[in-house]
């Protein structure tokens, strides 16, 4: 089975703009999450969609937002770029009756914004 | 509210030695608890888990932690560990009721020749 894919791996913005990421969950998988890496921050949870519904949700601001769509596949966006959006964005997907923690993670958009 | 606490950000230690990366929790209700590594330039895999039973849990690589309720920690081990261990171990926990992941900052595992 392929495993999750991200694309693009990498993207280089400029402040204020805006940047569409999307994430391909293994085939079957119908839960996608969003995580934001960085050095100072570690892991942070942005937000969970299950059936094209977001189920939980981080302490983001509305600048970042996520859709899912029929076939599971998700998108996150980030309106409004500023420098400390500069990060690896990772996805992972999760079977919908799967264990805890249970999670599958693709390897990640870096995201740099200049 | 749960947290976690990997109280090393970086560990060192020599090819072929044991090697222990502590993690603690809080929480006032039963948890899960996970391990998961990134190797560089990779995103995330779960290494193990303990969701009930035997308190000692084994995982990929050679990995074993062991779940310590009284003390709230899930510390990971290796007796030897190689060169391809390098890389940043997460340890993260969810309620029984929530599946949602909390994580640890992280500790890097350095592998010195």
């Known amino acids: 089975k392929a495993g999750v894919t991200q694309t693009p791996r990498y993207l280089i913005k400029t402040r204020g703009q805006q940047v569409t990421l999307s994430c391909s969950p293994i085939?079957?998988?119908?839960?996608v999450s969003w995580y934001q890496q960085t050095p100072g921050q570690g892991l942070q949870f942005l937000f969970e969609?299950?059936?094209?519904?977001?189920?939980n949700k981080g302490n983001f601001p509305g600048r970042f937002s996520g859709r899912q769509f029929s076939n599971s596949r998700s998108e996150m966006n980030v309106s409004t770029l500023e420098l400390g959006d500069s990060a690896l964005y990772l996805c992972?997907?999760?079977?919908?009756?799967?264990?805890?923690?249970?999670?599958?993670f693709g390897p990640g958009t870096r995201l740099t914004v200049t | 509210a749960q947290s976690v606490t990997q109280l090393d950000s970086q560990v060192p230690v020599f090819e072929e030695a044991p090697v222990e990366l502590r993690c603690n929790y809080s929480?006032?209700?039963?948890?899960?608890l996970f391990w998961y590594v990134q190797y560089p330039n990779q995103g995330l895999q779960l290494l193990l888990k303990?969701?009930?039973?035997s308190t000692l849990v084994k995982g990929i690589n050679g990995f074993e932690a062991e779940f310590n309720k009284s003390q709230t920690s899930f510390h990971l081990r290796k007796p030897s560990v190689h060169i391809s261990d390098t890389a940043e171990y997460f340890c993260?926990?969810?309620?029984?009721?929530?599946?949602?992941?909390?994580w640890g900052a992280g500790t890097k595992l350095i592998i010195k020749p």
């Open positions: 969609y299950f059936s094209e519904t977001q189920r």
């Open positions: 303990y969701l009930s039973g």
């Open positions: 992972a997907s999760s079977l919908p009756a799967g264990g805890p923690g249970e999670q599958y």
């Open positions: 993260a926990v969810s309620e029984h009721s929530n599946y949602q992941l909390i």
């Open positions: 929480s006032s209700v039963s948890v899960y």
């Open positions: 085939s079957g998988h119908r839960s």
